[in-house]
């Protein structure tokens, strides 16, 4: 894999992942940076420039994984148990070094400012991070707003979101909310806070800052979207970083080169990250689904895809990704894609994740046994769905694949 320079690239991948949580009220974390962002014209804090503003903005939220905390972090003004997204976050950032920075922000984003003063960390990210919980704040007045007057303009939340402001007393470091309230007089600040404009807004800045994205920080960032894949549902729990173990021993074992195998072990980790996109009822239901259900869970690849395929270095584990549920007769998908057109890759990637997929102990059924798992893949096998060259090996190497699988 090709080192590059990617570091806006990776934020606004980290920050879809992070806004796929929202099923209602996706991009998030793209207005809290946005607005972060426009208010550094109107602030000074030291040390942090508009862009570490709006990064920290995009990434406030990495620590929230399940939709049913979201709409509690939309809908409650205060809540008190905001800060575990906060420590969860924390964790997740502390694995990439070039967003340090950032850190405190996180941790503190739901802090009142009253509380915040006394802590012993550096004033330019009690500001920071006093900012966020300002714009966190704002952007759930303005879903309050339009959940109450559904067809209005989210300027005319204006009035609604700076009185509302002036009645939180204690929350914010109070020069933050005087920039505020100057930044939101321009209609444009509005405008681009639409769904339709903001990423196209975002996607257009140029970013400063510049990192070397190599294979060991590739897949520090794997795990980081794969827990927060994995913290959505426990019934998912470590399916992903298993897979993408077993997909690496098969594909090594196979002779692929060495960055290859660890590309498909990152592909692994991320196969399901498309899953988030999916409401939690529908992940956890335990009966069949229904239609509708069952489309909203096949379009788990193509989202995947989707959000992986935006950074160059993932534009592979992003193909692969994809096409996990794909099936050598044409009965897969997304893509419904036959024989030739899957690469050996993705045929590794989806025997790895039925196997573990069937070898993993769930709230509601054991853990299958391995003869069990060898007799429903031989069958798949048989019917012309699975790659039967890597069968054979799995068949030989069984109880090898299933320590992975179940480790
Ligand atoms: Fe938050
Ligand atoms: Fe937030
Ligand atoms: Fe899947």
């Known amino acids: 894999m090709q080192a590059n320079h990617c570091f806006k690239d990776l934020t606004l991948m980290i920050s879809d992942v992070i806004d796929q949580v929202g099923l209602d009220d996706t991009q998030h974390g793209k207005r809290v940076g946005y607005m972060a962002w426009q208010c550094a014209d109107h602030l000074e804090i030291e040390g942090f420039t508009a862009e570490d503003l709006l990064v920290a903005g995009l990434l406030h939220d990495i620590g929230v994984s399940s939709s049913r905390e979201h709409e509690l972090l939309v809908t409650l003004m205060d809540w008190e148990k905001s800060s575990f997204h906060c420590a969860e976050g924390v964790k997740l950032l502390e694995n990439l070094p070039f967003y340090h920075k950032y850190i405190d922000v996180v941790r503190y984003h739901h802090t009142h400012w009253d509380k915040l003063q006394p802590l012993p960390i550096s004033n330019s990210s009690k500001q920071a991070a006093s900012l966020i919980f300002l714009m966190d704040r704002v952007d759930a007045l303005l ?5 109450q007057n559904p067809d ?3 300027i005319h939340a204006r009035e609604f979101i700076h009185t509302n402001l002036s009645q939180l007393d204690g929350f914010f470091y109070p020069p933050l909310v005087e920039a505020f309230v100057k930044a939101s007089t321009i209609d444009a600040f509005w405008f681009n806070l639409e769904k339709s404009h903001l990423s196209r807004y975002l996607q257009h800045l140029d970013f400063e800052k510049s990192i070397t994205l190599d294979l060991v920080s590739t ?3 794997a795990l980081i979207l794969a827990a927060a894949v994995d913290a959505k549902s426990p019934f998912t729990a470590e399916h992903s970083l298993n897979v993408g173990a077993l997909a690496y021993y098969i594909a090594k074992q196979l002779e692929l080169d060495e ?12 196969h399901d990250i498309g899953k988030l996109h999916i409401p939690d009822n529908i992940l956890e239901k335990e009966g069949p689904l229904n239609a509708k259900e069952t489309v909203a869970m096949h379009r788990h690849g193509f989202e995947a895809q989707d959000i992986l395929e935006r950074v160059t270095s993932f534009k592979e584990i992003a193909l692969w990704a994809c096409q996990h549920h794909e099936f050598l007769d044409g009965s897969g998908y997304p893509y419904q894609l036959k024989g030739d057109q899957i690469p050996f890759e993705s045929r590794i990637l989806t025997i790895a994740d039925i196997f573990q997929a069937l070898a993993q102990k ?5 853990s299958m046994p391995v003869n069990q798992v060898m007799q429903i893949l031989t ?3 048989e019917q012309g769905k699975i790659d039967t060259q890597i069968m054979a090996f799995v ?8 320590q992975l699988a179940t480790a």
């Open 143 to 147: 879903f309050q707003y339009l959940a």
């Open 219 to 221: 897949e520090a960032v």
């Open 395 to 402: 068949q030989d190497h069984q109880q090898q694949c299933w």
């Open 362 to 366: 769930r709230p509601y059924r054991d």
């Open 152 to 154: 209005d303009e989210a």
């Open 259 to 270: 960055a290859r195998c660890q590309q498909l072990k990152i592909a692994g980790y991320l």
């Open 379 to 381: 069958e798949l096998a």
